[in-house]
Nanobody, 131 residues
Framework: QLQLEESGGDFVQVGGSLRLSCRVS????????IGWFRQAPGEEREGVAC????????TLRDSVRDRFTISRDNAWDTVYLQMTDLKPEDTAVYYC????????????????????????WGQGTRVTVSS
């Protein structure tokens, strides 16, 4: 069973930057893609970014593509979400989730925006962007 722990959430002003971290521990971490999702008050949880098990392939939501970057440090089992030019609509609780890939080489065969595909989740870290 994997455990995921997010950190880095904070209160920031419009235009600011934050880096969120997701520390992953447990067996076979290198078979899991890691996704970042966010949930604003009263809204559904939505996918923001995902990185493949080997860290070489990433997927980003269109609305954040020019501002967010996802990366993975497999030596430390940590996935980062670098967020720049933050906007009030980025305010949410951010969660990381783990999606098991039987064959990590077929990343594009999986729907990384489908929450139900993720087996494990962290507790979330809150990001508040104030104008």
């Amino acid at each position: 069973q994997l455990q995921l722990e997010e950190s880095g959430g904070d209160f920031v002003q419009v235009g600011g930057s934050l880096r969120l971290s997701c520390r992953v521990s447990g067996p076979r971490v290198n078979y899991y893609a890691i996704g970042w999702f966010r949930q604003a008050p009263g809204e559904e949880r939505e996918g923001v970014a995902c990185v493949s098990p080997n860290g070489q392939t990433t997927t980003l939501r269109d609305s954040v593509r020019d501002r967010f970057t996802i990366s993975r440090d497999n030596a430390w089992d940590t996935v980062y979400l670098q967020m720049t030019d933050l906007k009030p609509e980025d305010t949410a609780v951010y969660y990381c989730g783990a999606l098991y890939m039987h064959n990590p080489n077929y990343y594009h065969n999986y729907d990384v925006w489908q929450k139900a595909n993720y087996e494990y989740w962290g507790q979330g870290t809150r990001v508040t962007v104030s104008s």
